[in-house]
């Protein structure tokens, strides 16, 4: 008997979720986006993809959504201000230490936004992004709060974290001139086998 987990898990979603085809109903010209909770659990949707959104300064995405989800790509987006995602978001598996051998290539990277200024992470999200984190050329950015001090967060749970000037890591935070604040939340990147912070003298 083939059991297809997919479709169980989908008969499992809140009534309230909301298919991809959500974003296709989101203005081009709009400067402002808040996603809903539950969007976007289509296993066919495997990347994130903000080139339609140029003009947005805000963009908050809620929980529990883009779960098959690989890569996270925001480049080039020179209106941005602000990012914030939820709990839950862009995570398959969570509570599994193993997981980072089940799921190649889930990478993250947020490069060349000349206004962004903030970006907030949710517990639980990116969980099993462990391939690449990457800040670069980011110069009004400021702060970066992955998860929550206070609670289980474990964001990140393999990847590497680095805050240097060189490029030669798998997590790259460069150009970074304005950065003040960094807070990680608890257990995220717990099995990460590098956390390096050098060469910024304002963090």
């Not at 296709?24 to 809903?36: C, K, T, V």
């Not at 969007?39 to 003009?55: G, I, M, Q, R």
């Not at 805050?163 to 717990?190: H, Y």
Request: hydrophobic share 35%; aromatic share 10%; proline share 3%.
């Amino acid at each position: 008997m083939k059991l297809d987990v997919h479709h169980l898990l989908t008969d499992l979603l809140p009534t309230e979720s909301h298919s991809c085809s959500y974003l296709q109903s989101i203005s081009d010209s709009s400067s402002s986006i808040i996603l809903p909770n539950w969007l976007c659990n289509e296993v066919e949707y495997e990347e994130f993809d903000f080139s339609p959104f140029a003009n947005v300064e805000s963009l908050q995405i809620g929980d529990n959504s883009f779960t098959y989800t690989t890569k996270f790509e925001i480049i080039n987006a020179n209106k941005l201000v602000s990012l914030k995602v939820g709990k839950n978001s862009f995570t398959r598996v969570k509570n599994d230490p193993d997981v980072h051998i089940l799921f190649i290539g889930r990478h993250f990277s947020i490069i060349n936004c000349e206004q962004l200024e903030s970006i907030e992470i949710g517990e639980y999200s990116f969980y099993d992004y462990h391939d690449e984190f990457r800040l670069s050329n980011l110069p009004l950015l400021e702060t970066v709060q992955i998860g929550n001090v206070e609670a289980d967060s474990s964001n990140f749970l393999s990847a590497s974290f680095e805050v240097m000037s060189r490029i030669n890591a798998l997590l790259l935070c460069s150009d970074l001139p304005s950065l003040k604040t960094i807070t990680l939340g608890e257990s995220s990147f717990r099995i990460s086998p590098k956390i390096v912070i050098e060469s910024n003298t304002t963090i």
